[in-house]
T-cell receptor, first 116, second 114 residues
Framework: KAGVTQTPRYLIKTRGQQVTLSCSPI?????VSWYQQTPGQGLQFLFE???????NKGNFPGRFSGRQFSNSRSEMNVSTLELGDSALYLC???????????????FGSGTRLTVV | AQSVTQLGSHVSVSEGALVLLRCNYSSSVPPYLFWYVQYPNQGLQLLLKYTSAATLVKGINGFEAEFKKSETSFHLTKPSAHMSDAAEYFC????????????FGAGTTVTVRA
């Protein structure tokens, strides 16, 4: 079974540009979450999508957005990039939400975004 | 609200020695607890998880953790460190009160000395 696939692995963007990151979850997993990892703030929750609907959102500005497609693949978008957006962005998937499903998430290898 | 505190941002052990990484959690409802490992330039790999079954949880690569409700702890141990255990380790908590979102600790970097 293929794992969680994130593309691209590395990105360099200029301040003010926008960027789109992609995540393909494990086959059969319908919940996709995104996390930002930085040395200063650690791992922070961005948002979760399930059945094409955003179910949870972290404390990030509106420049961060996402969506999920009918095949459960997800994208996140960051507009008007700032230097502080430089981070490792991790996608995680699990089969479902709530009780009765595995509570552990499977993570992808991440996309390393550098804003210059 | 839920949170995790990992005691010690860096731990250095000798090869063959015991690895002990400390994690304390805060949760107003029964928690689910996880340990993840991250190698350089990689994502997070699940080592083990506690989901209200046995309090002593065995994971991959010889790691295990014990859930102690009275101490609100979920410490990770491995009897004998190997060079390949050098990585960063994260403890995380989730619960239904937080809609099962993962809240992570700050992480502990493990260095293994030959």
């Amino acid at each position: 079974k293929a794992g969680v696939t994130q593309t691209p692995r590395y990105l360099i963007k200029t301040r003010g540009q926008q960027v789109t990151l992609s995540c393909s979850p494990i086959s059969g997993h319908r919940s996709v979450s995104w996390y930002q990892q930085t040395p200063g703030q650690g791992l922070q929750f961005l948002f979760e999508y399930f059945s094409e609907t955003q179910r949870n959102k972290g404390n990030f500005p509106g420049r961060f957005s996402g969506r999920q497609f009918s095949n459960s693949r997800s994208e996140m978008n960051v507009s008007t990039l700032e230097l502080g957006d430089s981070a490792l962005y991790l996608c995680a998937s699990r089969e479902g939400r709530g009780q009765g499903y595995d509570y552990g998430y499977t993570f992808g290898s991440g996309t390393r975004l550098t804003v210059v | 609200a839920q949170s995790v505190t990992q005691l010690g941002s860096h731990v250095s052990v000798s090869e063959g020695a015991l690895v002990l990484l400390r994690c304390n959690y805060s949760s107003s409802v029964p928690p689910y607890l996880f340990w993840y490992v991250q190698y350089p330039n990689q994502g997070l790999q699940l080592l083990l998880k506690y989901t209200s079954a046995a309090t002593l949880v065995k994971g991959i690569n010889g790691f295990e953790a014990e859930f102690k409700k009275s101490e609100t702890s979920f410490h990770l141990t491995k009897p004998s460190a190997h060079m390949s255990d050098a990585a960063e380790y994260f403890c995380a908590v989730s619960s239904f009160s937080n809609d099962y979102k993962l809240s992570f600790g700050a992480g502990t970097t493990v260095t293994v000395r030959a």
